[in-house]
């Protein structure tokens, strides 16, 4: 899988978020960090679930991340900006799965897939998502095959 999300551009994905790399995200191997990639994918996925606007997350609840696989496709380094693109692979009663990507200089470094469930703050149990929040994901839904 992580080769044919490899050979997509950042265009395919419906969300996209830009950074700056900081001084700090590289180790003394002189590239950034492995650790770093999941805070860029977490970047990418918190403007979507966290949206006030949209009433995201819904209220009394919170987004926990259940699962998360990185692929390292190309080593990355200081400094310069990244640009991680988002789309939803499956929205299921209370779960949303993600592909993610991670771009340099137009080149896809890091890919993700992750998985994420609708809790509710107070029980710490998962809640069906609201029609809101499903329509929100539906607009983000990848193409097939991407």
Same mark, same amino acid.
């Given at each position: 899988?992580?080769?044919?999300?490899?050979?997509?551009?950042?265009?395919?994905?419906?969300?996209?978020?830009?950074?700056?790399?900081?001084?700090?995200?590289?180790?003394?191997?002189?590239?950034?960090?492995?650790?770093?990639?999941?805070?860029?994918?977490?970047?990418?996925?918190?403007?979507?679930?966290?949206?006030?606007?949209?009433?995201?997350?819904?209220?009394?609840?919170?987004?926990?991340?259940?699962?998360?696989?990185?692929? @390292?496709?190309?080593?990355?380094?200081?400094? %310069?900006?990244?640009?991680?693109? /988002?789309?939803? *692979?499956?929205?299921? &009663?209370? #779960?949303?799965? @993600?592909?993610?990507?991670?771009?340099?200089? %137009?080149?896809?470094?890091?890919? /993700?897939?992750? *998985?994420?469930?609708? &809790?509710? #703050?107070?029980?710490?149990?998962?809640?069906?998502?609201?029609?809101?929040?499903?329509?929100?994901?539906?607009?983000?839904?990848?193409?097939?095959?991407?």
């Amino acid at each position: 899988m992580a080769n044919s999300i490899a050979a997509l551009s950042l265009e395919a994905f419906p969300a996209k978020t830009a950074q700056t790399l900081r001084y700090a995200d590289h180790d003394q191997a002189g590239h950034v960090n492995n650790a770093i990639y999941a805070t860029m994918f977490e970047a990418g996925r918190v403007p979507v679930l966290y949206d006030p606007a949209r009433n995201m997350p819904p209220e009394g609840c919170h987004f926990s991340l259940v699962r998360i696989t990185i692929d @390292f496709l190309k080593e990355m380094t200081w400094p %310069g900006e990244v640009v991680t693109g /988002s789309g939803v *692979t499956r929205i299921g &009663t209370s #779960s949303v799965s @993600f592909r993610q990507a991670v771009f340099k200089d %137009g080149v896809c470094c890091s890919t /993700s897939e992750s *998985t994420v469930v609708l &809790t509710n #703050s107070t029980t710490r149990k998962s809640q069906p998502l609201p029609d809101h929040a499903r329509a929100m994901f539906e607009e983000l839904l990848l193409e097939a095959g991407e």
